[in-house]
Structure formats: C-alpha cells, structure tokens
C-alpha cells in the first residue's frame, strides 16, 4: 500500500481535530488536567517499539524470552491506551472535569493515538529478507 500525500494530508487533519478537541476540553473549563491525555497517548506506542526492537524476533528461534519482552510491550501499551480513556473519566468522576470536558478529552484522545497507529501503519517500510 503505497502512502501519499492525499494520506498524509488526511491523517494531519484528524491529528489537528484530535489536539483541537483536546485543547478546548481545557480551555473551555479552565481546567488543564485533560491534557495528561495527550502525553498518555504520545508515549503509548514507545513501549511495543521498544520491546520489538530489544527482541529482535527470529522466525527460527524457539526462544520464549523474545514472546515475553514482545507480549510486556504490547501490555504496556495497552496500560496506557487504557489509562488515557480512564484518566478522564476518574477525574470527571471526581468532579475535578466537568462531564463535557471528559467526552471532548477521551474523542480527542484517541483521534491522537488513532492517527499515531494509522502513522505506523501506512508508512511502515517492508522488511527484505
């Protein structure tokens, strides 16, 4: 799948709606807490790049060890995905957010990490063996 600029253009746009609704979840209310959201899903995808890269899987290797620093990766990131939907919602829950700012944070939130993904999906490169 050959990525170009009509998927470049799309994916800046969506990242630019995520931050939008973002930011204003902020500064509608005033309250600057929801922006916690943003780094959460920033950093989600830098445990499984990291544990891929540390694991330099094998398709020969019977090795275990590889499987677990992969699947440890993969949990970080899901701790995290997860954590940037719960964090609005805990705060929300504790009154700290309104209830709108929740909804716009979480939509924002994982508009962000939706387009980090579809980032990594389309301009991945193919491995040569």
Same mark, same amino acid.
């Given at each position: ?37 943003? +780094? ?45 939907? +719960? ?43």
């Amino acid at each position: 799948m050959t990525a170009g600029l009509k998927t470049i253009i799309a994916l800046s746009f969506v990242l630019a709606i995520g931050f939008l609704l973002v930011i204003l979840s902020c500064a509608l209310w005033k309250q600057f807490l929801p922006l916690l959201v943003v +780094a959460t899903y920033v950093l989600a995808p830098l445990p499984n790049w990291i544990c891929g890269r540390c694991a330099n899987p094998d398709d020969f290797s019977a090795d275990s060890s590889v499987n677990a620093i992969l699947d440890f990766g993969k949990f970080c990131t899901g701790f995290l995905v997860v954590m940037g939907v +719960a964090l609005p919602v805990v705060l929300a829950h504790c009154h700290i957010i309104v209830y709108p700012a929740m909804v716009m944070s979480i939509i924002g939130g994982l508009l962000i990490y939706g387009t980090i993904i579809s980032f990594g999906m389309f301009f991945q490169e193919e491995q040569e063996f």
